[in-house]
């Protein structure tokens, strides 16, 4: 049978691809099938191996060590006595004798090695390309990179001679005869083992983690030495059949034989380290004995080999905008500007993830938002490649819709010069804008700049605003700017004047106060020429987690248009490729009948008449008997902040419930508004309740959701003396956290890692804050006691806690008023955030008390630095000041009202401060000193 990389047709059904997750039923669905196409078909003994296998993307290794490529191989190569067409059967043969060199391995082989490239030698061997697969675990990225997804290698094979005699018992009788291989372990290697004592073989297979030893599976026989003859067994020359399965971090391994039952293993390989590694699969004999008398030897013969791998799945959502493979190109060379010119998030940290709650997210799964409010405020990426004019032609290419807009005008798309690299004058050649007070209203518009200096100004209006997506295609092709609006061009002007090193933005600026939002379906980098704009498509019907009965015809329906021409066909998918029909024309319906039960993913494809595809997001659905829900229950979240966003984690009773649909309330949307997948926003001070309903049963539960501000009392952390485990990453220091600037942190490598604050007094503390650097989502506990060394209890417990703790929006929690001296921060882990660090920029603390005054100064006495006099009515004298270099008062409330630089000898007047208690800390020398001061 020839090698294939794709399961054939089977039915009415093409199987094009295996979906990434699959229920049991649809797994023994396609068990099946493979089984049908394992059966070898006749083979002609006077072919060369490559005459009845497809060897194309295959390599030999042989027992000296030497490699035949897949040229060589397709092109008829027969080695008697080493690889050959059997003369009576047409198999493929694999002889391996005992002493054949080994090279970098223990053992000698003649084994093939999969070559995804097939032929094409400018792809590398070695690495995620496309030579080589990933599991479906993997990123995105990886997968995209790879030369396929998942694998399955099936082969029908006899093992016709073991070798028998060896140095030491263990290496006897065995051979490899199928290979999954990473970098460097191997997922799975399948053995067959012959005692000489015994009439039958053993069957077995080893997994081995980079995580940890090998994992041994006995499917036929054991793989000890000195067994009985396995009653089971499979004897020399009797034909079987193998399968080596990897689907995601799920392997299988099966052996079949004719009429007996199937004989499987599945092997979990979450923790085995595999996620982002790269694979190939190994065929032939790869013998387990370097030993032994002259002639022994190992042969296999095959009568059968599939492969079979799959394109990557497109997600149900993604996480971030870098996360989106359109959005890659154009990331990669930009930087986040917001809500100033400033910049929000560097190139870096860009591309690692990073999204904001309000300004910068993914939406609708798969498009990049835009948002800002204020008054000329941005959220803008800002290209970090400049050029001019006399460099070679280029293009901005963005698809939009500008969803919301309050202020007059909002800028979506720039050429800006750079006035740090040139003479230019500081402001944008072109910007594409949407003006509601412009005649005529809801269009968008291009202001052009017409002088070299800049201040010269054309506006030309590029259309209407068609409620929704619109094409915007800037190109500069030899000194000319032409602007492309919904693919007709409505500018072509001389623009050779502007010489001055520019740079591409795009998002949103606002030109005036108010709030705008665009989503931006695609934004790219092109060299000048038109653009073919790809179609739009979304599945409307069934929704996602809809269940059907099995042997129903589904219905699914399609939205499709392409903006620039029309639309060829529509295609519809279940896991991601199995093609299960088209349709030419609208209305983009298909009826897929007398599905069985399991759990798909659909799956839909638009193709324009140019060629351009555009597949949807999935759409998850199941086919089974119904499993009705009993209940439904909602983890508390607590208190948040005004502004934070925290999500609501629902579970509905059982688990297996058919219809998970659910619906969140808040009983007061001015106090916290709740999502439908129940993400929670705070809006204002206040509770509200948040109640979540079943679709089926109308099952209920709810929760009390606090919304506070940040708080403007006093901070009984501020300046207070702490002390931190482990060791500061450079200047970020334990005391950051405590300094009273979120723009300062406290770094850490390792969890656990704790920090402990001296409030200087016994206070009733009855709420804290925490934020963190980026806005990480920390889990923590807060502990407070009397003495230094405890013991301590814990007043807050945020083990679970998955709320970002923001400078605008801290992790507030409110406390039951505590009475403690020392607060004791213990951070263990993090949600969402998969870094080693502990970064914390401020701990809070509020309450009553009142605090004795303490020194931090390392070597002076309380008695050496002098204040007098004390109470004074306007002027005050500080001795000891060249210990420190400046002086800082604040208010009861923690309100700095008045710095001074020092030196050997100082005074202060007070005389506009009115009469109170304040704190005078002195500062200098990595030494503080805080003492208390009165105001008559």
């Known amino acids: 049978m020839r090698a294939t990389r794709r399961i054939q047709g089977f039915a009415q059904i093409e199987f094009a691809e295996i979906p990434t997750r699959l229920s049991s039923l649809t797994l023994l669905l396609i068990l099946i099938l493979l089984n049908n196409t394992i059966v070898a078909q006749d083979l002609d003994p006077t072919l060369p191996p490559s005459g009845n296998f497809d060897l194309s993307y295959w390599k030999l290794t042989r027992p000296n060590q030497q490699e035949l490529d897949e040229d060589a191989l397709t092109s008829g190569t027969t080695i008697p006595g080493e690889f050959y067409t059997d003369p009576a059967t047409g198999a493929m043969v694999f002889v391996t004798p005992n002493d054949g060199k080994t090279g970098g391995s223990s053992y000698p082989r003649t084994e093939l090695r999969e070559m995804l490239r097939r032929g094409d030698t400018r792809i590398g061997t070695q690495g995620i390309n496309k030579n080589n697969w990933v599991f479906s675990s993997s990123t995105l990225a990886n997968q995209e990179a790879a030369g396929g997804v998942d694998g399955i290698l099936t082969a029908t094979v006899a093992v016709d001679h073991v070798s028998e005699t060896s140095d030491e018992t263990f290496k006897i009788g065995r051979v490899i005869v199928g290979q999954i291989h990473a970098s460097d372990d191997e997922p799975c290697r399948l053995y067959y083992r012959k005692l000489p004592e015994n009439t039958r073989g053993s069957i077995y297979f080893a997994h081995e983690p980079t995580t940890g030893p090998e994992q041994w599976y006995e499917l036929i026989g054991s793989r000890s030495n000195g067994i009985d003859d396995p009653a089971d067994g499979v004897a020399l020359g009797e034909k079987f059949s193998y399968e080596i399965k990897a689907i995601g971090n799920t392997l299988t391994v099966t052996i079949m034989r004719e009429g007996k039952p199937d004989v499987s293993q599945e092997v979990d390989m979450t923790d085995s380290g595999f996620a982002n590694d790269w694979m190939y699969f190994k065929a032939g004999n790869y013998n387990q004995n370097n030993a032994g008398d002259p002639d022994e030897y190992a042969q296999v013969s095959f009568f059968a080999l599939d492969v079979t791998h799959f394109e990557p799945t497109p997600p149900s959502e993604y996480l971030a905008p870098s996360d989106i493979p359109r959005f890659k190109p154009i990331l990669a060379e930009s930087k986040l500007q917001g809500p100033t010119s400033s910049t929000l998030a560097s190139v870096d940290r860009l591309n690692s993830g990073y999204t904001h709650p309000e300004y910068f997210h993914v939406v609708d799964g798969d498009k990049i938002l835009f948002s800002q409010s204020g008054d000329s405020r941005r959220t803008e990426l800002r290209h970090l490649t400049n050029w001019d004019l006399t460099q070679a032609n280029r293009s901005l290419h963005g698809r939009l819709d500008i969803v919301e807009q309050t202020c007059d005008q909002v800028t979506v798309m720039q050429i800006h010069d750079d006035a740090n690299a040139g003479d230019g004058p500081n402001k944008p050649l072109l910007?594409?804008?949407?003006?509601?007070?412009?005649?005529?209203?809801?269009?968008?518009?291009?202001?052009?700049?017409?002088?070299?200096?800049?201040?010269?100004?054309?506006?030309?209006?590029?259309?209407?605003?068609?409620?929704?997506?619109?094409?915007?295609?800037?190109?500069?092709?030899?000194?000319?700017?032409?602007?492309?609006?919904?693919?007709?061009?409505?500018?072509?002007?001389?623009?050779?004047?502007?010489?001055?090193?520019?740079?591409?933005?795009?998002?949103?600026?606002?030109?005036?106060?108010?709030?705008?939002?665009?989503?931006?379906?695609?934004?790219?980098?092109?060299?000048?020429?038109?653009?073919?704009?790809?179609?739009?498509?979304?599945?409307?019907?069934?929704?996602?987690?809809?269940?059907?009965?099995?042997?129903?015809?589904?219905?699914?329906?399609?939205?499709?248009?392409?903006?620039?021409?029309?639309?060829?066909?529509?295609?519809?998918?279940?896991?991601?490729?199995?093609?299960?029909?088209?349709?030419?024309?609208?209305?983009?319906?298909?009826?897929?009948?007398?599905?069985?039960?399991?759990?798909?993913?659909?799956?839909?494809?638009?193709?324009?008449?140019?060629?351009?595809?555009?597949?949807?997001?999935?759409?998850?659905?199941?086919?089974g008997e119904v499993v009705s829900v009993t209940g439904v229950e909602l983890t508390d979240i607590g208190t948040i902040a005004v502004g934070a966003e925290v999500q609501l984690e629902a579970s509905v009773f059982p688990a297996s419930a058919t219809n998970q649909n659910l619906t969140f309330v808040s009983d007061d949307a001015t106090v916290a508004t709740v999502s439908p997948d129940g993400l929670v926003r705070g809006i204002s001070e206040g509770s509200t309740t948040v109640t979540v309903t079943t679709e089926e049963g109308g099952f209920t539960d709810a929760v009390v959701v606090n919304v506070v501000a940040p708080s403007d009392k006093f901070n009984w952390a501020r300046f207070q003396p702490v002390v931190g485990t482990g060791t500061p990453d450079g200047s970020n220091v334990v005391t950051n956290l405590v300094d009273d600037d979120t723009d300062t942190r406290w770094s850490v490598e390792g969890m656990p890692q704790s920090a402990t604050i001296d409030l200087g007094g016994d206070i009733t503390i009855t709420r804290t804050e925490v934020t963190s650097y980026e806005g990480r989502a920390y889990q923590f506990i807060i502990e407070g006691a009397a003495t230094m060394d405890g013991p301590y209890t814990t007043i807050v417990d945020r083990s679970n806690n998955t709320s970002p703790g923001t400078p605008a929006t801290p992790i507030v929690d409110l406390v039951d008023s505590v009475e403690a001296r020392f607060v004791r921060i213990t951070v263990s882990g993090a949600d969402v955030y998969t870094g080693a660090w502990v970064s914390l920029t401020e701990l809070r603390v509020f309450g009553e008390g009142e605090r004795e005054p303490v020194s931090t100064s390392n070597d002076l006495a309380d008695s050496d630095i002098l204040l007098y006099p004390n109470p004074t009515g306007s002027i005050v004298t500080i001795s000891a000041t060249e210990q420190f270099h400046s002086a800082s008062i604040y208010d009861q409330s923690g309100r700095l009202v008045l710095r001074k630089n020092l030196s050997s000898s100082a005074t202060l007047d007070l005389s506009r401060l009115s009469a109170g208690i304040y704190l005078i800390k002195l500062s200098g020398n990595n030494k503080q000193h805080i003492s208390k001061l009165i105001k008559r």
Request: with cysteine; glycine share 10%.
């Open 431 to 623: 910007r594409i804008y949407k003006h509601n007070g412009r005649t005529p209203t809801n269009h968008i518009w291009a202001a052009i700049k017409t002088d070299d200096g800049g201040s010269a100004t054309t506006h030309v209006d590029l259309g209407e605003d068609p409620g929704g997506v619109f094409n915007c295609d800037i190109r500069l092709v030899d000194g000319n700017m032409i602007i492309d609006f919904q693919g007709e061009e409505k500018v072509n002007m001389d623009v050779s004047f502007w010489t001055y090193p520019s740079y591409w933005k795009a998002g949103v600026y606002l030109q005036d106060d108010g709030v705008a939002t665009a989503h931006f379906d695609h934004l790219f980098e092109g060299d000048g020429s038109p653009q073919n704009f790809a179609p739009s498509i979304s599945i409307t019907s069934p929704e996602s987690n809809t269940n059907f009965l099995p042997g129903s015809d589904i219905t699914i329906m399609v939205d499709a248009e392409d903006s620039d021409g029309e639309l060829a066909k529509v295609e519809f998918f279940e896991g991601g490729s199995n093609k299960i029909g088209e349709v030419l024309s609208a209305p983009y319906t298909f009826v897929w009948t007398d599905v069985a039960e399991g759990s798909y993913t659909l799956t839909a494809r638009a193709i324009d008449d140019e060629g351009a595809a555009k597949t949807s997001l999935s759409v998850n659905i199941t086919v």
